[in-house]
């Protein structure tokens, strides 16, 4: 079934420790984007992509990294965790940047200890 | 500033019609996305407007007035299964998602 996988699906970290979320899709879209969701607010966007070989910054960037070397994948790279990036994050795609609706992955719930 | 205001709760009882309300300020506007999220689950694909007036789907159905920043999602028929956050999402002039914190809706037996 196409769409979009994220590993892991529940992770508990020790702060101070790197951390790599992983995200693939398999539908060739060129947009990909990494929010977080936290209680209460609306999803975040970190990072986004909207084609391979480029990023951007979101709303939220700090203490966050990412890249795309090709289409299929975008890391999520925490370097350092703090306790206050304890969240859901999910990886989401779009066809391109101005087309189509945006299709999630399942989600990565992280805990920073 | 970009601001998204839609009520953080709402119940609604089975088999009735509930209406979620959504309005906006964002720079710039390519249209609005209306997203379900069922709790511990991601957010899927309900509904599309980019030009005002009403487009239905089955039992849901979206309004948009671009001049009023206002949309509207009607849900028909409810079912327990619609119990979710229900989140608008208008895209701003570089096509990002601006997202609202959703609406809860609670339906009752």
């Known amino acids: 079934i196409a769409g979009i996988t994220q590993a892991p699906t529940s992770q508990i970290l020790a702060a101070g420790r790197r951390m790599t979320l992983r995200c693939t899709q398999d539908?060739?879209?060129?947009?990909m984007y990494w929010y977080r969701q936290d209680l209460g607010l609306g999803l975040r966007l970190i990072h986004y992509s909207n084609t391979a070989g480029t990023t951007g910054k979101g709303e939220v960037p700090d203490g966050y990294s990412v890249s795309r070397a090709n289409t299929d994948d975008f890391p999520l790279t925490l370097a350092s965790a703090v306790p206050s990036q304890t969240s859901v994050y999910f990886c989401?795609?779009?066809?391109?940047?101005?087309?189509?609706?945006?299709?999630f992955g399942e989600g990565s719930r992280l805990t920073v200890l | 500033g970009q601001n998204i205001d839609q009520p953080t709760e709402m119940t609604a009882t089975e088999g009735a019609i509930v209406q979620i309300n959504c309005t906006y300020q964002?720079?710039?506007?390519?249209?609005l996305f209306w997203y379900q999220q069922h709790a511990g689950e991601a957010p899927t694909f309900l509904s599309y407007n980019v030009l005002d007036g009403l487009e239905e789907k089955g039992r849901f159905s979206s309004f948009l007035s671009r001049s009023k920043g206002y949309s509207y999602l009607l849900l028909k028929e409810l079912q327990m299964k619609d119990s979710a956050s229900y989140l608008c999402?208008?895209?701003?002039?570089?096509?990002?998602?601006?997202w609202g914190a959703g609406t809860k809706l609670i339906i009752k037996p």
């Open positions: 964002t720079s710039g506007f390519n249209g």
């Open positions: 539908m060739r879209h060129n947009a």
């Open positions: 999402a208008p895209l701003d002039s570089n096509y990002q998602l601006i």
């Open positions: 989401a795609s779009r066809a391109g940047q101005d087309t189509g609706e945006l299709f």
